[in-house]
């Protein structure tokens, strides 16, 4: 799975939004300074992340931006899906078809499951982080993966 700067940057600033005190903003330059970003950057994965609906911007001296929910209603893989970064495993056939116009393993492949697997569980984990969490400190992220792991595993024994 690559991570693109867009994808990487782009949580970052989401999550330098989500840190705020309820209700208050953080501005462009804010974030942009915190990240080692350029100011117009910054801006262009803002308006990703406004357009997308997971922030809002407000006008004024007290302006920036705030994000549109609790920290705990927005999961890393809904940030993934605005940023563009969800596996893909739908039209792989479509992408690999060598010279053939169809892949030649469309009616009959044994790793496309491989690929269906792989992505779910991605997807999966990444649905099961919320911004609240990633907030936290790098221990508490890595004992809620742990925990999410662990769940998954009791689903799959059941």
């Avoid at 970052?12 to 974030?31: F, K, N």
């Avoid at 596996?87 to 790793?111: A, F, K």
């Amino acid at each position: 799975m690559k991570i693109t700067a867009l994808e990487e940057y782009g949580l970052r600033c989401l999550l330098r939004v989500a840190e705020q005190p309820d209700g208050e903003s953080i501005s462009a330059q804010a974030i942009a300074d915190r990240e080692g970003l350029s100011l117009p950057y910054a801006q262009k994965i803002l308006r990703i992340l406004s357009t997308g609906g997971l922030i809002d911007s407000r006008r004024g001296s007290q302006g920036g931006f705030v994000l549109n929910a609790n920290p705990a209603d927005i999961s890393l893989g809904d940030a993934m899906r605005v940023l563009g970064g969800m596996p893909e495993t739908e039209n792989i056939c479509e992408r690999h078809t060598g010279e053939l116009s169809v892949c030649s393993n469309t009616g009959n492949c044994s790793i496309r499951p491989v690929w269906q697997h792989i992505s779910d569980f991605v997807v999966h984990t990444l649905d099961n982080i919320p911004l609240a969490v990633l907030i936290q400190d790098e221990r508490s992220v890595a004992r809620h993966l742990a925990n999410v792991r662990q769940i998954s595993q009791a689903a799959e024994l059941r």
